[in-house]
């Protein structure tokens, strides 16, 4: 099934930015409608390359693939998993026991220009072994970072608010990168899938499109939906900041990630979304026009 066939239409960020004034009011009409439905968008002409996206993935495989003992010198208790490595099982869904079937990395803000947030926030780790991943990981971020900017300023025109309303709470935001592996199933899995169903806590979540299928979306009929994204496409979703914000306007869906078929087991699969938070003083009351 298709990102269309489910109501997920794809969008043109290029419209939004560059655009006429008549397919920027498109766009946000595209945008509104699909947040206020399933939660979902497919974004086309995004600011991150496909010459990033392809150097990512390659070296995100490569970190994965180090030792065992290598990785976990990057898993930092006292950071409880903000920054760098968590190994495989440790997290888990709200409301599950189980672990999910994954590891993955955590890249944090660069605050650059002096702004005092940056006491905020633990430093970001570096990996000795692959000094590629740590580039291409922290220039992934400001571009899925600069991209998130655009798709909020939608949002706001959708909201009747200011266009750049959210510009100043996102500046130096707490947002995370998280390249996930997860890895061959080696076993008969018990009660856990790759990553439980959940919400995403954050303002909005932008997915560079995962190596295998495997994500669903529940929609409104209760029904678990497969996402396949399309290729040159990012997949940008609604968090339940920003379904508090808009007192359920706009909807944070309820997402998971399957195990394959017997057949593909052996498989990986690698998945690379940004979170996009805010900075901490960001108030979360509803909106005025959404009460």
């Known amino acids: 099934m298709s990102l269309h066939e489910m109501g997920i239409p794809s969008v043109d960020l290029n419209d939004f930015i560059h655009g006429n004034a008549e397919q920027k009011k498109n766009f946000v009409a595209a945008l509104g409608h699909a947040y206020e439905g399933i939660g979902f968008v497919a974004v086309k002409n995004h600011l991150i390359a496909e010459a990033t996206v392809e150097r990512l993935y390659k070296e995100v495989k ?15 208790v006292e950071l409880a998993g903000q920054r760098g490595y968590t190994s495989f099982g440790r997290e888990h869904a709200k409301g599950s026991n189980a672990g999910d079937l994954k590891e993955f990395w955590h890249f944090g803000q660069e605050v650059t220009d002096g702004d005092p947030i940056k006491a905020e926030y633990p430093a970001n780790i570096f990996t000795d072994e692959l000094t590629g991943f740590n580039e291409v990981g922290i220039q992934a971020y400001r571009d899925l970072e600069s991209t998130g900017r655009y798709m909020l300023r939608a949002i706001a025109i959708h909201l009747g608010l200011d266009e750049f309303y959210f510009d100043d709470k996102i500046k130096n935001g707490n947002s995370i990168l998280r390249p996930i592996h997860y890895p061959p199933i080696t076993a008969e899995p018990k009660s856990a899938v790759r990553a439980g169903q959940h919400e995403d806590i954050n303002i909005i979540t932008l997915l560079i499109g995962a190596s295998a299928d495997g994500l669903e979306v529940l929609n409104k009929k209760n029904e678990w939906v497969a996402v396949t994204a399309l290729p040159d496409h990012i997949v940008v979703n609604v968090g339940d900041m920003l379904q508090r914000l808009t007192n359920g306007k706009l909807k944070s869906t309820t997402h998971r990630v399957v195990n394959p078929s017997r057949e593909k087991w052996g498989s990986s699969r690698f998945s690379i979304p940004f979170f996009l938070h805010p900075r901490s003083e960001m108030r979360l009351d509803c909106l005025a026009s959404c009460v």
Do not use: H, Q, R
């Open 62 to 76: 490569a970190f994965f693939d180090l030792p065992e003992d290598t990785k976990k010198k990057y898993e930092i």
